[in-house]
């Protein structure tokens, strides 16, 4: 069974930082690529961060770029977000995804973490 669990979401104030992590099993972890996205209240969900099956390639939503870091350990099979420079305007639920090499969209998710940031 596969499951992508997110962690790291909480409370923060605007310029601060936050590390968000997700644990991946019940698949081949470098067989995909993985993401995150966000969704605010009232908003639709967005593309946030992917990194490639092998780690080398990476790819940004321009409002988050220069400021979040994407990365994966193929040791523990997990996916980081690195959130630095955090405006109120990352106010969201952040979703952990993955899609197997070759597909177009992502079809595997996760149950969501709450990020909030005060001003």
């Known amino acids: 069974q596969v499951q992508l669990v997110e962690f790291g979401g909480r409370l923060v104030e605007a310029g601060g930082s936050l590390r968000l992590s997700c644990a991946a099993s019940?698949?081949?972890?470098?067989?995909?690529?993985m993401g995150w996205f966000r969704q605010a209240p009232g908003k639709e969900r967005e593309f946030v961060a992917e990194?490639?099956?092998?780690?080398?390639?990476?790819r940004y939503a321009e409002s988050v770029k220069g400021r979040f870091t994407i990365s994966r350990d193929f040791a523990n099979n997990t996916v980081c977000l690195q959130m630095n420079s955090l405006k109120p305007e990352d106010t969201a639920v952040y979703y952990c995804?993955?899609?197997?090499?070759?597909?177009?969209?992502?079809?595997?998710w996760g149950q969501g973490t709450q990020v909030t940031v005060s001003s």
């Open positions: 990194i490639n099956w092998s780690g080398d390639s990476t």
């Open positions: 995804a993955a899609k197997r090499l070759g597909l177009y969209r992502y079809h595997l």
């Open positions: 019940g698949l081949t972890f470098s067989n995909y690529v």
